[in-house]
Each structure stands twice: as C-alpha cells, then as structure tokens.
Nanobody, 115 residues
Framework: QVQLVESGGGLVQPGGSLSLSCAAS????????MGWYRQAPGKQRELVAY???????NYADSVKGRFTISRDNAKNTVSLQMNSLKPEDTAVYYC?????????WGQGTQVTVSS
C-alpha cells in the first residue's frame, strides 16, 4: 500500500517559521516528482512547490524567497521549510507524489498563521 504521511503543521505567528515533512513508502519515491500543495477554506487546491527526481525546484510566486523544498531519496522524505509566514499561508498542506499519470496524496496537515 502506497502511503504519504505529512507532519509538522501547527499554529505560528506571522513572520514565524515552520517545517513540514512527508514520509513516503518505498519504491514510489526516487523516480517521482514530489510536491506540496495547499488548500485554504473556500479555495481550490494550489501548487506550492515541487522538486523533481533530478532536484529541479519550482515554486509558486506567492512563496518564492520564503519557502524551500528539499528531498532525501535515501530516507524517502520531502520537506518544506516555510519562513516569513503570512496569514494568507494558512491552509491544509498536502504532500503529492507524481509520475506520469500516477498521483498519490497524503492526508494533509493544517498550517495556521495567526497572532
């Protein structure tokens, strides 16, 4: 059974930092593009960042310069370091593994940015 399990969400004040982590089961990891998406209440799910199997990274304009995505193929993990958080970053964050038409999702982790 393929599983993606996120961790690291929580409540943080504006300007603060959080680090999200996603642990992926076995063989799905190294050849997959790994991404983080988010969905705020009443909004569509949107791409935050992704990292390819060759470590190419791409970010949504809204998070460039603040968020950093990384992966560790040996540990089957992908992380999202989030700095200078803003209230508009509040959302449920989802880990995604994508390869051609195959896509897996984690259960999501809540990130709330509020004073």
């Amino acid at each position: 059974q393929v599983q993606l399990v996120e961790s690291g969400g929580g409540l943080v004040q504006p300007g603060g930092s959080l680090s999200l982590s996603c642990a992926a089961s076995g063989k799905i990891f190294s050849g997959y593009v790994m991404g983080w998406y988010r969905q705020a209440p009443g909004k569509q799910r949107e791409l935050v960042a992704y990292i390819s199997s060759t470590y190419y990274r791409n970010y949504a304009d809204s998070v460039k310069g603040r968020f950093t995505i990384s992966r560790d193929n040996a540990k089957n993990t992908v992380s999202l370091q989030m700095n200078s958080l803003k209230p508009e970053d509040t959302a449920v964050y989802y880990c995604n593994a994508q390869r051609t038409t195959i896509s897996y999702w984690g259960q999501g982790t809540q990130v709330t940015v509020s004073s």
